[in-house]
């Protein structure tokens, strides 16, 4: 275990404040307050100060080196170095984290003292949030089935014992099941950090999701999506699950890629106007919008969101067609919308692609993308010119934002 407590700072900002209590750091960080209590129990990450009545709170200063322990183990570095690190942190670093701490996906907090499944959802989150290397191909293919004597598994959060997955869910065969087709620019989900999501999403834990898609200001939604979103849908779309009533790994992953590319969304434009750049309903920018479409049949077009704000990130503007849209609506959108460009994004291998001939049919002149990995499913796109078919997503946004310069 780390020193007991963190070294106090004299002065300083950071110092005036009456303090925090548990509830209002773990929003302010995105975290479950559980967590916090491990990281003080473990490492003596806890609240330094104190009210009147004895009531421990944080201070600045214990929040500022919280900041610097959450962004190391989102970084991949061993909770009990990132302790060491935060605990050993000088005032620049402790300044530094505090101006530079992105905003983060809040959960959901109650009374400070949370049930026992809070804690162990805290040593899972800590699990996924420190060691993101650690989850192997091997393991993720495995059958985890309940021990006979009824009893949990002793790394599985309490009350979640479960068959959780069987691998090659998608043909019934004993090996996964390929996603299709991959060109050599599709993204190979290798990483730890892609094991990592599917575990969580896998075990329900929507804060651990979150954690692990946290989008800053910085950050490229582009490279978000393909070297990490989009392996682990794929591979969560290859799993059989058996699931409690209200459990769906893909809505876990889903719900909170949708968070982080919205709340990146919201920042970047806050950003942009502040700098002196116009809204998002200028008239200069929505004179060459991009209409994104997914396919009819896709329940989450989390492509299609990702895509919108990859073109967000690039000072575009994008608008993403959702709910029941037949062919003759989809004409009618174009028709009211004007776009420059439009776009069909999907993950699925053969989608349905009767809104592309509509549109191609209705306005022959206007560029039409179509993201296809599986070259059997390009046969039925309509021939002509201004229909073209992409492989990749990172081609698929290039493209675009060819044609949205050349206009």
Not at 137 to 152: H, I, K, R, T, W
Not at 207 to 217: E, I, K, R
Not at 325 to 352: C, F, G, I
Request: aromatic share 4%; glycine share 8%.
């Amino acid at each position: 275990m780390t020193s007991s407590r963190p070294a106090q700072n004299s002065g300083g900002s950071r110092t005036s404040s009456p303090g925090l209590a548990v509830a209002a750091v773990a929003k302010r960080l995105g975290v479950a307050p559980a967590t916090l209590r491990t990281w003080d129990r473990r490492y003596g990450l806890g609240p330094s100060g104190r009210t009147a009545g004895s009531h421990r709170r944080y201070t600045p200063d214990d929040v500022a080196r919280l900041l610097v322990m959450r962004r190391l183990t989102l970084e991949g570095v061993a909770p009990v170095d990132a302790a060491r690190a935060a605990v050993d942190a000088g005032e620049a670093e402790l300044e530094d984290a505090t101006r530079t701490a992105p905003a983060l996906p809040a959960v959901q907090v109650g009374m400070e003292d949370a049930p026992e499944a809070d804690e162990a959802e805290a040593e899972f989150e800590e699990e996924f949030l420190g060691t993101l290397e650690a989850p192997t191909e091997a393991e993720n293919d495995a059958v985890v089935a309940p021990p006979a004597s009824g009893g949990e598994r002793a790394d599985e959060p309490r009350g979640r014992v479960r068959l959780r997955a069987l691998p090659g869910g998608a043909t019934g065969g004993d090996a996964p099941a390929a996603a299709g087709p991959r060109s050599a620019a599709s993204p190979a989900p290798t990483s730890g950090r892609v094991s990592a999501l599917v575990d969580a999403a896998l075990a329900y834990s929507r804060t651990a999701c979150d954690n692990l898609l946290v989008l800053g200001p910085d950050g490229d939604p582009a490279a978000w999506w393909t070297d990490l979103v989009e392996p682990a849908w794929l591979r969560l779309s290859e799993r059989t699950v058996l699931a409690g009533p209200g459990e769906m790994p893909e809505v876990v992953l889903a719900t909170s890629a949708l968070r982080a590319l919205r709340n990146y969304t919201e920042e970047f434009e806050r950003a942009m106007v502040e700098a002196g750049g116009p809204p998002a309903n200028h008239p200069s920018r929505m004179r060459k919008i991009v209409l994104v479409f997914a396919a009819p049949d896709e329940v989450v077009p989390l492509s299609a969101h990702a895509l919108a704000a990859a073109l967000a990130a690039q000072g575009s503007m994008a608008r993403i067609v959702t709910g029941p849209a037949s062919t003759h609506r989809s004409v009618e959108l174009v028709t009211m919308v004007r776009p420059t460009a439009v776009v069909l994004a999907t993950t699925q291998n053969k989608p349905d692609l009767d809104v592309v001939h509509a549109v191609n049919e209705s306005y022959p002149d206007l560029p039409i993308f179509v993201g296809l990995r599986a070259d059997a499913a390009a046969t039925d796109l309509p021939f002509g010119p201004t229909v073209q078919r992409v492989r990749s997503f990172t081609g698929l946004l290039h493209e675009v934002l060819a044609v949205i310069k050349a206009r």
